[in-house]
């Protein structure tokens, strides 16, 4: 089934597959491969308005089921943050700023700053900022991307499983190169269409507007002026995550046609059986299990000591 009425953000081809009617919930949610490069993405693209609607009020209760941030979420987006800090330290030289797009509870936007980084944030949804601001005392403002000026202001920007979210990536990112200092960095993270993250009838959700692999997120940052410095991940990995540096020549988009004919069959390579009997699929379900028992276990804990740590050292 193939659809005109939608012109891809990263080729500008108009010929998309609809290759799943329905989202995780199953409700209804048309989702298109864009056959000119292999972009997956909703059909029709949710307007910039809708978008803007829907993260300030609605995205937390939605796809998280909160309001407020559980202590297993604080523990979880902690121990994140401390992933990210780690991956990216070897690339920190000369780094003395950094701000976060989408920062989400502001565990990452914290992390950086006990590590001696200026660090900020911004945040469009209104739910966790309180707890953010008051408790985490992290320096994360309630607004949106294209409320910023389009000025320098950082050395390494932070994006992390935000991507999938706009309704104009490009826009996005040619809005975000212009808060990035000259060579400074972006490192972004996002869900890897073609890494089995989930089956194919769990793999789509209203708040990914964009499906991206490994070839389309490379090609749709470069394409707005970055050049890929470091990639972390594969293509087998369930996440994204690649680390770029600002240029003066943005990269011409170029994804052969024959990229959509393989993300395709990467997102159909298993049924449910297939996909669970995976062994890989089993060990890390071994430890995710683990991994929540911990959670429930430690996260008040854990969450009581931060809390304090962060505390103390604010006061």
């Known amino acids: 089934m193939t659809t005109p009425s939608v012109q891809c953000d990263l080729c500008g081809c108009d010929n998309l597959e609809i290759i799943s009617q329905s989202d995780r919930h199953q409700q209804a949610l048309d989702t298109g491969l864009c056959l000119g490069c292999g972009l997956v993405m909703h059909v029709p693209v949710p307007s910039e308005a809708e978008v803007n609607e829907y993260y300030a009020s609605r995205y937390r209760q ?106 104009s990536p490009r826009k996005a990112l040619t809005h975000m190169r212009e808060l990035i200092h000259d060579d400074g960095l972006l490192y972004v993270e996002c869900p890897n269409v073609t890494g089995p993250f989930a089956t194919y009838d769990r793999m789509f959700h209203y708040a990914h507007i964009y499906n991206f692999s490994p070839k389309t997120l490379q090609a749709s940052v470069e394409q707005c002026g970055f050049k890929l410095v470091e990639c972390f991940s594969n293509d087998d990995d369930p996440d994204l995550h690649m680390l770029f540096k600002k240029c003066d020549v943005p990269k011409a988009a170029v994804v052969s046609a ?39 276990m430690k996260a008040k804990d854990f969450v009581a000591d931060l809390l304090g740590r962060l505390k103390k050292a604010d006061s």
């Open 62 to 167: 939605d796809y998280h089921g909160e309001s407020q941030p559980s202590e297993r979420r604080i523990m979880r987006a902690w121990k994140n943050a401390e992933r990210i800090h780690a991956q990216l330290k070897p690339a920190l030289n000369g780094v003395d700023t950094v701000f976060e797009v989408g920062a989400g509870i502001g565990c990452t936007v914290k992390k950086f700053e006990t590590e001696g980084f200026k660090a900020t944030g911004i945040e469009p949804n209104h739910d966790f900022n309180a707890f953010t601001r008051q408790s985490l005392f992290a320096n994360v403002d309630n607004v949106n991307l294209f409320d910023l000026e389009q000025t320098p202001k950082t050395d390494l920007l932070l994006l992390i499983h935000v991507i999938e979210h706009f309704s």
């Open 258 to 296: 024959d990229h959509a004919d393989w993300v395709r069959a990467r997102i159909k390579q298993h049924n449910v059986l297939s996909y669970h009997a995976r062994p890989s699929y089993l060990s890390k379900r071994v430890r995710k299990v683990s991994s929540y028992l911990m959670e429930y």
